[in-house]
């Protein structure tokens, strides 16, 4: 809507000057300055010596930083490999965002990203968290804390901090000019206090880290740092006890392995010779199995043969005893001179000879 009215009051402007008519006004709806931040922001922690972790911030929580007056100097970190710090996001938290003057408490601060504002400016300021990382406390390392502490210098120390959480901030801010005279506008224009401002760039972002600091000795005060390196020492030794137990109960284990495996090899080597000697049995055996093969077959053969020789002789024996059985005695055949045949089957009856004397013709006629 402002930027319609603005349009409108430059048409108006325009068409003034040409045409010589009475140009028309158009009321600016009046803008509320800015003049101080949230309380949750103000009490934050803003270092600018930590501005280069602006796209890494949960790389600078578990840092420890020395701050010497304005000088801010990253000593070292301590994490855990095995807990990272925890990292939220976000996009949409804003936190201020108003229109601010040379009159603003925080005017240069790097709060708000060193934004200054000059006389007849006003600047539109939005600051929007954007990243959030820490560490839990069941995270933090204080036996490597308290370990590396040993030989700090108690002035060292009092000057000496630890991170234990960061938050990215994003600081947009746009500059207005003020409009004098008959000065052609554009962009966005509002008024402030009866004056005219107005402005065609674009927003411009920043960005700002601040941290939640812990100071090295009172950190190293909630805890019994002797008690936590002799606990550490206690547990290192016993550690060290549990590991050389563990050796040698690996290395029983390996000699008793190693007892199995020439055991094994021994079996292998004994069951390689007994098939070795039970391949040579079963190849005579097999030779012996063939002899035998063959022998049987001649047997068989010879066997048969004299099955078949004495069925031969059995036939042949049936058949003369049928022949025995059936054979007839001599038959005599006796004929007279009227041809009558008279056959006599025993020659004790009578004999040829005396046959013959009596007249008769004797013929064998068959056996």
Known sequence: MIRFFTC?????????????????????????????????????????????????????????????????????????????????????????????????????????????VEKDKICELVITDIGYAFLPEDYIPYLEICRAATNVAPETRRKTYYIRSAKLTTVYTRLYQKVVGDTEVGGVVFSVGGEVFSSSDQFKVDYVVSVDLVSLEKLLSLQNCNDLINNEELARREKAEQTRLAALRADEERNARQQELAAAKAQVEELKKTLHDNIARTGEMQRSLSDAQDKERAALEQLNLAIRQANDMTAQAEQARQQADSREEVILTFKNKDGKVLEIKSLEELSAEKLQALGFDVEILKR
């Not at 103000?42 to 270092?47: A, C, P, S, Y």
């Not at 890494?56 to 100097?73: E, H, Y």
């Open 8 to 116: 409108l009051l430059l048409l108006c402007t325009g068409a003034a000057a040409v045409s010589a008519q009475p140009s028309r006004k158009i009321k600016l709806t009046p803008v509320s300055l800015g003049f101080d931040l949230p309380d949750s922001y103000k009490q934050r922690t803003f270092i600018k010596g930590l501005a280069g972790f602006v796209h890494k911030i949960d790389q600078l929580v578990g840092a420890m930083v020395l701050l010497d007056d304005n000088k801010t100097s990253v000593l070292t970190r301590f994490v855990r490999q095995d807990k990272p710090p925890v990292v939220t996001t976000s996009s949409s938290d804003v936190i201020y965002s108003a229109k601010i003057d040379t009159k603003f408490k925080f005017n240069g601060a790097y709060s708000i990203a060193s934004t200054k």
